[in-house]
């Protein structure tokens, strides 16, 4: 929809598919805080410089951390409510 009103639009994906060839421990941990995708997708934000960072589904491969990285780099977030921890969102619990 953005792009057809000539919004430019860049997408990261992770593909959840790589989880099969990931030790299941470090599957887990990265699940709660992915260093290496926070990594990557702070120098994408700082590349890009967009004017919203919109995230959709960060379970499992990409992680609550890409929040951190979007604020971190001055990226204007966003993201479906439910997925949000409830300090940067404005809700009070998880519910």
């Known amino acids: 929809m953005l792009e057809s009103r000539e919004h430019r639009v860049v997408t990261f994906v992770e593909d959840n598919a790589r989880l099969n060839e990931t030790n299941p421990f470090r599957a887990a941990m990265e ?3 992915s260093w ?3 990594g990557r997708i702070a120098r994408q934000i700082l590349e890009v410089k967009p ?3 919109h995230f959709h589904n960060t379970f499992l491969r990409i992680s609550p951390a890409t929040y951190y990285a979007a604020k971190e780099a001055g990226g204007a977030g ?3 409510a439910s997925q949000l921890p409830p300090h940067l969102s404005g809700r009070s619990s998880y519910a």
Do not use: L, Q, T
Request: proline share 0%; aromatic share 8%.
């Open 36 to 38: 290496e995708v926070k």
């Open 31 to 33: 699940a709660v805080w």
């Open 51 to 53: 004017d919203i960072v």
């Open 78 to 80: 966003g993201a479906d």
